[in-house]
Every structure is written in structure tokens, then in C-alpha cells.
């Protein structure tokens, strides 16, 4: 019989019968006071268990991240959220180890899906550290507050126009003076999608970077798709598996040095 002797074997015991144990309905103090935090606002689910309230706080418009201990209840919080259309980050930690998790910030941009495929591929990766917590965010999504917050960076970009992809650059524009001298020799790593060249985009992420006094932990990765004609150029990529895997260690190489602190 399970007793509090052992809080995680009581709560996956009370988390294994069938429905939500507390209803999938939120609490009704989070309902009624959930108008002070503003949409869009950034927030943490402890201990959310089934995930009554990071769903209900994902629908009420926030980015939201939730964790409990109990590996049960956080696959029924993925369920709930995805039942119910809404993202949201959920992860097995109790606060012990979530407030020593590393975060790796994954900012990507792609119009035709190859760096895309690309940032996802080091995400895989990198998921493989339990030491790390892996966050990719659309360029577009990604502000200040994300940069401040992340141990590590990947920057995977599109090179349109022998430059980094708009985007991809208004991205910067936005966190670089915010960032400027609050980050400085955090670790990061770049890869490129482009046609057949990619040299002055990762030239331009190169010099961010000295600007940002951040450190790249590897030559940038440049994937080349060929595409030469109008319509190969805007027709959606496939990444080979080979370069995906070169993207794959790249996450992993960072995720693992962040975990052991050797940056
Ligand atoms: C407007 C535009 C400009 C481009 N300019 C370049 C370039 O300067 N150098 C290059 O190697 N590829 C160039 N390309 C090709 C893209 O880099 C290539 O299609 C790549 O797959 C895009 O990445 P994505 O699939 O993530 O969008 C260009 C593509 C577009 C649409």
C-alpha cells in the first residue's frame, strides 16, 4: 500500500485510475483571479498533475509550461491539451530539478520547411539530455525575455538573398540590445538551410554572435538543397537523413555540454 513515505508512488497510484482526478475543469481561485495575468503572459504549472489548470491557462491565450512528478499525469495533461486544441510545454520534474534545468533555446525560421526540419532534427537531439530542457520557438514568437532566459542557443535560418531570412533577422532586431551584455558567453550553435551557398548567412549569425560575446560551439552547419529553378526554390524541402543527423548531434553536442557545464 502506497503511504506519503513515497509521494510519488502515491500520487501515480491516485493518477492511474481511470478519468481526471480532480476534474478537467480549472480551479475555481485560478478561474477567478487568472484576469490579473495578461494574455500572452509567460507562465509555470507546478505540480499541475492532469492538467486542469495549464490547459485551461493555455486556452485563456498564456505560454504556458507545467510539470508534476508523476509521469502518468503529465501523459494525461498532453491529452487533455491536445483534446482540447491548445499547446502547451508539460514536462516530467519535480522543483528540485526544475529549477536546475538547463534551457536550450531552439529559433528557427523557414519558408519552404528545411531549416525548420533542420531545428527540429536538434531538438530531437538535445531531448535526449534530462539535464536540459529544450525550448523551439518560430523566430517570430521568440522575444528578450526568451534570449535572458535560455543557458544555449540554436539559430537555424533560411539564407534568402545571400543574407539571413527576414524574420530570422527581425528576430534579432528585436532581442539583440536587450540581450547585449546579459548573455555573454552563453553557448551557441547555427545551422543553414540554403540553395547553394549559405556562407554570408552564417557570417551574419557569426557576427551577432561576437556582438553578443556568445560562444559558438562548432563551425556553422550548412545544408545545401539544390533547388536552382523558380519552382524547386519555392517548392517544400525534404532534408536528407544524413544532414539530419548532423543537426540531431549538433543539439545533442550542446544539450550535453550544458548538462555537464562545460561551456
Ligand atoms: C527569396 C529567396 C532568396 C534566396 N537566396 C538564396 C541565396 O542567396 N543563397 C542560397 O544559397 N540560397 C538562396 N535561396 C534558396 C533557399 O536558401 C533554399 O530554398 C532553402 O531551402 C530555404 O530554406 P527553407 O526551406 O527553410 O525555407 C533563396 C530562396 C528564396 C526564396
Known sequence: MPTFDNPLQTWTARFAKEGYLFGQDPDSFLAREAYRIGRGAEVLCVADGEGRNSVWLAEQGMRVTAFDFAPNAVEKARRLAARRGVNAEFQISDTRRAQALK???IVFHSMTGGARQM???AVRGASDEPEVKVKLLHAAAAGPDDVLKADGYVFATPENLAAISGVMKDFFDRTYYAALDRISGRPYATLIC???????AARQIARIGTGWRIK???EPLIVCTHAQTTEAILAPKLI?????RRCEEMGAALAAGLALGVF
Not at 536528407?240 to 539530419?244: I, K, M
Request: aromatic share 0%.
Open 216 to 218: 559558438p560551439i562548432a
Open 119 to 121: 531545428a527540429e532534427a
Open 103 to 105: 534551457v536550450l533555446l
Open 240 to 244: 536528407g537523413a544524413n544532414d539530419l
Open 194 to 200: 540554403a540553395g547553394s551557398d549559405g556562407q554570408n
